[in-house]
């Protein structure tokens, strides 16, 4: 493996990790007995209708954060395509 290799797959591995680290926030201490601190049922109505914007905005970028980090790894990753015979 070469040195530029390597580097492909540390920065690779450091995106996925940079990705994958905060979204692992589990509730790992359950309450002792679930029925003693169990909240009551709260129904919320909401009557506001119609299209958000912001919310489709929100999509949006994830998607294009998404596809950029996608390509990011596809180059990152893809082997040297060079004819100088060095990889």
């Not at 493996?1 to 920065?11: D, E, K, L, N």
């Not at 950029?68 to 004819?83: N, S």
């Amino acid at each position: 493996m070469s040195i530029t290799r390597g580097v492909r797959w540390f920065v690779a591995l450091a995106l996925l990790l940079s990705i994958a680290a905060p979204s692992s926030r589990a509730d790992t201490n359950p309450a002792p007995n679930p029925s003693d601190e169990r909240p009551s049922t709260v129904v919320v109505r909401v009557s506001d209708g119609g299209f958000h914007w912001a919310d489709a905005g929100l999509g949006a970028a994830a998607a294009l954060a998404t596809t950029l980090l996608a390509l990011g790894l596809v180059l990152t990753l893809r082997p040297d395509r060079g004819g100088n015979g060095k990889s």
